[in-house]
């Protein structure tokens, strides 16, 4: 079907910023409701585009193909497949539920709202790109903006300096949010000029002539070229997924970052990292795929151990839910290494289910700090008392968390792991579990101490349940995480026929060798 739909869907969010900006800073309804209005075309978009596409058909779909700098073969060609339409939903949907969160901002509130929506225009590009160049410059929109919305709106309390980066704090005299901001920006610039090698050293092995995904795909590189250049693409957007050793970004810029933003940090930056893993690094270099698989599915599994071990040591309900991400993304990264179609279906589900899982959690996060004024589990107790909702919905975000059945949580992390055991990496599986049994004790000790518990050692006077637009995030994302988890087949339909063609690029020519005599 041949429309500009994707085109609405990416420029919608960018087009609304423009209106924003020529809107007076005094006009505060306004700046909300031009927001509220790119949202909304976006997410509705993102429904039809999903909604309209052939699952018996698969492959690519509604492609539109615009000549950006022909003399280079670059592209503006757009177009949704199995993954994508998913995760355009999943944009749309934090997209939305973070402008309702974001409704209470006060401080430059139009700047503020600016940079919401040209982020998650870079976001929508990166699911729908078909030209490798394109895929990069809406990846890099997307990530940038994150540095200046945490720097000025983010949460003025002090990160203590970590390792290497101790000279950042020394160097620009900067604590706090300000550091939590440089050492996310310092890190996935890092990790950008992986991606921008491992991007070039593809084009000009494919001939020079083209950044097509496709015509990239379909290039025979040489196994010592695909060996090589892998490890850059799994690290460079690893770094954004919060693969280890280089997580430590976004404990820090989870905490930092002010309730809109970590929705969509977590919710949604965070899952372009782990699928330009597979779209770019497994699908269009099988061979490297598989031969450093090991040591993804090794380093995965570390993931989620490790950030599951973090998470229970936290006492700050943000770096809580901050290193649990750390740990739920591991556990998409490790359905990425097993190479079948059930870890494959399951990381993809995982990005959605972790995607409305957290953005529902640091909208709750949200509002319990606007109340309460801090994020010490130790200091809060029986909060269910006054907030009988926040409490309902955030304890649906814990169960979901550690996988309860009926949840979304469960289906993606019981295919993966039913993934890791089908590829013989029995190992992998192992780590998995103990780690949803390593959620389930730190997630319910926070949900019983912060609502369920005795009263506060503190006086809270402003302790309410939310109020008017505050409502409509926790509604939607809630709702999604008790769809998903009784009806997976909502998504499912559209994410195997994916899965299945991208795992059939990436085995085939295992499949060939093993035909020949």
């Known amino acids: 079907m041949n429309s500009h739909l994707l085109s609405i869907i990416v420029a919608a969010p960018a087009i609304a ?8 800073q005094t006009a505060k309804l306004a700046i909300r ?4 209005i790119g949202a909304t075309i976006s997410f509705a978009g993102s429904l039809v585009a999903i909604r309209s596409y052939d699952t018996a058909l698969g492959g690519l779909q509604r492609v539109e193909d615009y000549p950006l700098v022909p003399s280079m073969g670059v592209h503006l060609k757009l177009a949704v497949d199995g993954w994508g339409g998913p995760l355009l939903v999943l944009t749309g949907v934090i997209l939305f539920a973070g402008v309702l969160a974001s409704w209470t901002v006060k401080t430059r509130d139009r700047e503020f709202f600016v940079l919401l929506l040209v982020l998650t225009a870079g976001v929508f590009g990166v699911f729908v790109s078909q030209d490798l160049l394109v895929f990069f410059l809406f990846y890099e929109i997307a990530v940038l903006p994150m540095y200046v919305l945490i720097g000025i709106w ?13 000279f950042v704090w020394k160097l620009f005299d900067i604590g706090g949010k300000q550091y939590a901001a440089m050492k996310l920006t310092l890190m996935l610039l890092v990790g950008s000029a992986a991606i921008m090698a491992a991007l070039f050293v593809m084009y000009l092995k494919a001939g020079g002539t083209t950044f097509d995904l496709g015509v990239l795909g379909a290039t025979k590189y040489d196994r010592q070229t695909q060996i090589v250049v892998f490890p850059l693409v799994w690290l460079g957007f690893g770094t954004l997924a919060g693969v280890f050793p280089f997580h430590t970004w976004s404990p820090d810029g989870h905490a ?23 779209r770019i690094g497994m699908v269009i ?8 698989v090991p040591v993804v599915g090794a380093v995965a599994a570390i993931n989620v151990l490790y950030g599951a071990f973090a998470a229970m040591s936290q006492t ?24 079948t179609p059930a870890g494959w279906n399951g990381a993809v589900f995982q990005m959605v289910a972790h995607g409305i899982m957290t953005g529902l959690f640091f909208a709750l996060v949200g509002l319990v700090y606007e109340r309460a004024h801090t994020r010490a589990i130790l200091k809060m107790g029986g909060f269910a008392n006054v907030m009988p909702a926040v409490a309902a919905f955030f304890t649906l975000g814990c169960l979901s968390s550690l996988g309860l059945p009926g949840t979304a949580g469960f289906v993606s992390e019981f295919m ?40 506060p050692s503190h006086d809270f006077h402003e302790l309410s349940d939310p109020k008017k637009t505050e409502w409509g995030a926790l509604v939607i994302l809630g709702a999604g995480l008790v769809i998903l988890g009784f009806w997976p087949r909502l998504i499912l339909d559209y994410i195997e026929p994916g899965s299945v063609e991208h795992l059939g690029k990436v085995l085939a020519p295992v499949a060939t060798l093993a035909r020949l005599p």
Do not use: C, N, Q
């Open 17 to 24: 910023a423009l209106f924003v900006m020529l809107t007076p």
């Open 33 to 36: 409701v031009w927001s509220l």
């Open 154 to 166: 983010g949460s003025s309390h002090k990160v203590p300096p970590k390792g290497p980066f101790k």
């Open 256 to 278: 930092s970052a002010p309730t809109a933003v970590s929705m969509l940090h977590a919710g949604v930056l965070m899952k372009l990292g782990a699928f330009g893993v597979m």
């Open 285 to 292: 270099l099988p061979e490297g795929a598989r031969f450093w």
């Open 316 to 339: 700050d309900l943000k770096y809580i839910i901050a290193y649990s991400s750390v740990s739920h993304m591991g556990i998409v990264m490790l359905g990425a290494a097993t190479l």
């Open 416 to 455: 993966v792991f039913l993934g890791a055991w089908k590829s013989g990496h029995y190992l992998w599986a192992i780590p998995g579990v103990l780690g949803a049994f390593v959620t389930a004790i730190y997630v319910l000790r926070a949900t019983r101490t912060i609502f369920w518990g005795e009263g």
